[in-house]
């Protein structure tokens, strides 16, 4: 079973790809859902599929938008050159682009995007039908229907699930919220998560006076849901013949990307790992709490916690090893403080975890001696320390 994991910059494909995923997703310019993710130029895209392909990886570009009929010959250039490029598949949603890219026989794939909200066998194949060889199932069926799905879809079309990362308030994305407060479009891409916001009922014939949802110092949040977590359900669906599982966060950090990515890596190489530990080991992650979503057959009044919004984590990222030098010295990028003699835990890019001392006196490259690192410093470790290892402070 495939490891699909998100990449909302080429510095973030890179990480994704070294800690175990099999393919990578990511948005060009224009087409994407993700406009305010960074994404890639061109040059981004052909470097980042380039260092894909050497590694024997896949990259897949998310052309999920609705687009206006203006904006057809645009998105269809752009498909042409990312084809040339050698892109391995589409993300598509909107009928007309499925459609358009079915007849330009391109060398890429076409997989149906989450934007589809696909929860059947009959769609499934009709989207095979349309050329499609792979398609999202919705984030809201459970797993005995995914089962069913299966059964009759077989081999025909490959499928994908969601086993992790944030959940739209609304069904499978398609959510109006932020298009009615904010002006900005969810489903062009401009989505302001107004659904994280923090809100107040007004009773109609008091109007100005606001009263809380839910007693709690800091506020009432109606929308705010769990984020999706399925490590028990991966063993599952790679029985139950699921073609990829789908790691969310294309606007995430490189933290959050190694976390995830070499956790999910793990659990389909075979690591079995108890609820506890793993709830432990994802926590140290910024999350909004995590829920089984649908997959466990039902939304629990549980999955959605009205007193919390803000991301909380058990540790902070503080640095990452750019390079190790050919005396075996690694190179440091430093993300947060560190303090000369603290010790960290350091994620390998096979998903191990070690204990890291830092140096009493640190050392950075121009050779300047540092009580403490701040953001941005470059530090050379007298030790070895794997590239990409990444190092962050567990919380107390």
Same mark, same amino acid.
């Given at each position: ?24 997703? &990511? ?44 904006? &057809?010959?645009?998105? %269809? ?20 682009? /499925?459609?358009?890219? @079915? ?37 809201? %069926? ?20 969601? $086993? ?12 109006? /919220? ?10 062009? !891409? ?76 793990? /659990?389909?190489?075979?690591?079995? $790992? ?72 350091? %994620? ?18 121009? !050779?300047? $001696?540092?009580?403490?690192?701040? @953001?941005?410093?470059? %530090? ?17």
């Amino acid at each position: 079973m495939e490891l699909l994991a998100p990449a909302g910059n080429l510095d973030k494909l890179k990480w994704a790809a070294i800690y175990g995923a099999d393919a990578v997703y &990511f948005g060009a310019e224009f087409g994407s859902l993700r406009n305010f993710a960074g994404n890639f130029s061109l040059d981004d895209i052909e470097a980042g599929l380039k260092f894909l392909h050497d590694r024997g990886k896949k990259g897949y570009v998310t052309l999920n938008i609705y687009p206006f009929t203006d904006e &057809f010959p645009k998105l %269809l250039e752009l498909v042409r050159q990312l084809d040339d490029l050698g892109a391995d598949a589409f993300i598509a949603a909107d009928l007309g682009v /499925i459609a358009a890219l @079915n007849r330009m026989k391109l060398n890429a794939s076409i997989h149906i995007s989450t934007q589809a909200s696909t929860t059947n066998a009959p769609a499934v194949l009709a989207y095979g039908d349309l050329g499609a060889s792979r398609v999202n199932l919705a984030r809201e %069926l459970s797993y005995e229907q995914i089962q069913e799905i299966q059964k009759d879809v077989g081999e025909k079309v490959e499928t994908e699930v969601f $086993v992790h990362g944030a959940v739209c308030f609304s069904y499978s994305g398609r959510c109006a /919220i932020s298009d009615y407060l904010t002006g900005h479009q969810a489903n062009r !891409g401009e989505c302001k998560q107004p659904c994280r916001w923090n809100f107040a009922l007004v009773e109609e014939k008091r109007p100005g006076e606001a009263m809380p949802y839910f007693e709690d110092e800091r506020g009432s949040y109606f929308f705010n849901s769990r984020e999706l977590a399925l490590f028990d359900y991966v063993p599952r669906l790679q029985e139950a013949g699921v073609s990829s599982i789908k790691i969310e966060g294309r606007m995430k950090s490189i933290h959050y990307i190694a976390s995830t990515v070499s956790f999910y890596r793990r /659990i389909i190489d075979g690591w079995q $790992v108890e609820s506890k530990e793993a709830m432990e080991l994802l926590a140290k992650v910024p999350n909004r709490g995590y829920s089984q979503g649908f997959m466990k057959g039902g939304i629990d009044q549980d999955d959605y916690q009205h007193d919390e919004s803000r991301s909380h984590a058990e540790a902070v990222f503080v640095g990452n090893v750019l390079d190790v030098q050919q005396d075996g010295r690694a190179v440091l990028e430093v993300r947060n403080k560190i303090h000369a003699g603290e010790m960290l835990e350091v %994620l390998r890019p096979d998903g191990s975890l070690a204990a890291y001392t830092m140096p009493e006196i640190l050392t950075s490259s121009k !050779g300047q $001696v540092l009580e403490f690192a701040n @953001n941005s410093q470059f %530090l050379v470790l007298e030790d070895e320390l794997p590239p990409y290892a990444l190092l962050r402070r567990v919380k107390s």
